[in-house]
């Protein structure tokens, strides 16, 4: 059903004879406030267990002509063109206590992960009448774990991605409802869904699926990981904003682990993942200084 809705949004684009070049808007350089959300998430790849989770954390914007920290995340923008672009894209993971999952009783727990690296994209289709594009998108990243007393280096992660972007969904959301997407900008709805496997080395399986010989027991017999593939992730976000201070956030995950390099460990207990999560984005503090974006909605 959800990849029947992703192909729908893929192909239901109409032809335009002309680009629309949209205005350039004046924004703070700096922005500063405070996030936070939470979800139903699994407690690693391809757990038969989900918790709810939440955080909450101060947040800057700054919107810089090769480092930016904005609504589509902290990047370095290496390299920018109609059809290529290289950026440094960071990402990462909850931990989750061993304590509270039964595959992994007794074992180490899975500390807070962080991940960086290069993201190459490649522009398959753009919309020329309105903001809509079709990417492969190709990240590359070191991963890291942290109990936030030390670090510790888990090897990397690739997962290319088949990515629909639409930088102004609001319209299309609620065409219908012109009140209600003028009094609060919905116009400016962003929404994202992609769809890719996922391939590891080694180190990251490792730490989710080794059962080191210390550690097993009854139905959860000793097991040394391997690298490859790790599984399938088809993936949604939509970020509104309701006032120019403030932004919704929304989001879902599923993924499919069926063929992966370690479905024969005794930790891998589920084919199929849900993630589910909401938050929202408060700014308090905008610069006097601005910048005016670019006139392409994708920058």
Known sequence: MRRALLLALLLAAPAAAQEVRLPALELPVLEAGIGGGGGWLPDYPAAEQNHV???GTPFVIYRGEL??????????RLMRGDRLGLDLSFSGAFPASSRNNRAREGMPDLDWQGEVGPALRLTLWRDKAHPRRVNIELPVRAVFSSDLSSTHYRGVVVSPELAFEDRDAGRRIFGNLPFLREAMGLRAARFRAGVGPIFATERLHDLYYEVEPQYARPGRPAYRARAGYLGTRLQFSIRVPLTPALSFIGGGR???????ANADSPLH???WNTTVAVGFAWSLYRSAATVASSADPFD
């Open 53 to 55: 989770r939440g955080i």
């Open 67 to 76: 480092l930016r920290a904005d609504d589509q995340g902290l990047r370095g």
């Open 254 to 260: 599923v993924e499919n682990f069926a063929g992966a």
């Open 269 to 271: 207990r589920r084919d």
